[in-house]
Structures are given as C-alpha cells and as structure tokens.
C-alpha cells in the first residue's frame, strides 16, 4: 500500500479544471493508499473554518469520505491556508500536523513541512509570516463577518503581487543552509515539502551524511503526487483534462 504527498494545489472555484483532478484522485486514486499527506496551499486561500461555501463543502465530503474509507489524511498548513485548523480536521477526519513534523516512511525517519519556512533569504515574507501567525490577530480576523474577511484579503494579495514581481526567483527558493539546520536538528536525512513550484529530488550534505529532499509539484497546470511505497518514493503527475 502506498502513501501519498501533494501540495499547492491551489483549490478554488475559478479553476474548476484542478477541482475535477484532485476529485479523481480522491475518488479513484486516494482509496487504495494508507496514507494522504497535504503538506499545505490546499487552497486558493483559506479564510477561516467557518466558511462552508458549497465549493469547501464539496472539498471538505471528498475529505471526509476518504477517512471514511479507512485512508489516514494529514494536514500542514501552507502560507495561504495557515488558517485552516482543528474544525475542518474535525469536520473531515484529518488530523492537523504542526508545521514541522518527523513522519515514519517505510522505516525511514522523514522531516515533512510546507517549505515557506526554508526560503530564509524571502526576508519581507518571513516578516509578513511572523504577523499573520500570532493567534491574537487570528482570533481578531476571525470574529469579522466572511464578506469583508474575503475583501481584506484581496487587497493584500493585489498589494502583494505588485511586490512580488520585483523579486529575485533565487530569494523564492529554499535557503540550503537552512534546510541543512533543519535535517539536522531533526536527526534526520530525508525531507518532503511543497511551496516552492519546483519539483525535484536534491542532494545535501549533512552532519549525519548524504541527504535527499523531495520538492512537491503545483497543480496548475497538472496534478502532482508524490507516490511511495517500500521501494522508494516517484514524483508523478496526472491529467488535468
Ligand atoms: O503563495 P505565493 O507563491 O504566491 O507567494 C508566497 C508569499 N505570499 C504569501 C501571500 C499570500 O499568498 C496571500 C496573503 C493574503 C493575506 C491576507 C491577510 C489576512 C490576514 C490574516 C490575519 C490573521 O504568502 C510570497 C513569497 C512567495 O510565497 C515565495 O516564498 O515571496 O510573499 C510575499 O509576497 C509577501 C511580501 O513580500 C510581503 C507582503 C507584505 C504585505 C503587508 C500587508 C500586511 C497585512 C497584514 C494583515 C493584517
Ligand atoms: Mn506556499
């Protein structure tokens, strides 16, 4: 039996293209696995467990009836669903991971993690991460009616994409010391994660030898899974159409 990782999917009504291959996989593909990791960025944006939309509805039954089927489902929150909690794990039967976790893949001790944390050098973002985290500010966003939750966070996401296209590609990606730290203080020397759009496998050197990272693919333009069984770990991708 196999256990899957996808990431950056970007759910949202007006990509109703992504929305019918992730329903695939959940109804075709996810029964037969043990285990489905969602290593963050499930969604477009998440504004809050209490937004049931019919379009999160639909997500949520998918979920829902995987864990029903006896598929364990785990959740890391991303950098676009870091609201996303304990209620829709509830709702689903999902279980919420912290943002870091040491899973055990087929006995090999594995750091799993959404990845925005790695890219150290994204300084601005690592200070926007750091507002948008404290639990004061969440319970404040909360207690605002959906309507204008929805409004705020249009205006800065059109505020931020203007910033974001004066980026360097190099400071969106992951810092290699950091990920070194990470292996590191885990004890660890494999490592799964999304965020960045890059999917690959990577070599580091760490103090506990040769390292490999898996980098999870988006879905924009295909779906991507990552596969692993007892021989190892595929990066596949599936048809949108
Ligand atoms: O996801 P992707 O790849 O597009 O970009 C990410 C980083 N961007 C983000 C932003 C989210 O996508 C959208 C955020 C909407 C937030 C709504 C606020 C809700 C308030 C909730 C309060 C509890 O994550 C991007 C990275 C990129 O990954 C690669 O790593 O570079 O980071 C940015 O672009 C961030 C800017 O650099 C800094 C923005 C400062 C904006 C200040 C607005 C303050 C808002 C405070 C809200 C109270
Ligand atoms: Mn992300």
Known sequence: MTTLFIADLHLSPLRPDITACFLRFMQEE???AKKLYVLGDLFEFWIGDDDNSPFNVTIKDAFKALTASGVACYFIQGNRDFLLGQRFCKETGMQLLPETAVIDLY?????????DTLCTKDEKYQEFRRTVHQKWLQRLFHCIPL????????NVQNKIKQQKHFKQMEIMDVTPEEVVNVLESHHVTHMIHGHTHRPNTHKHQTNQGSAT???????YTQGSILVCNENGCELQQRSLG
């Open 30 to 32: 996810a029964p037969m």
């Open 107 to 115: 006995g090999t001790p594995t750091v799993i993690l959404h990845g």
């Open 213 to 219: 990272r898996i980098v999870l693919g988006d879905w």
């Open 147 to 154: 309507f204008i939750r929805k409004k705020i966070v249009s």
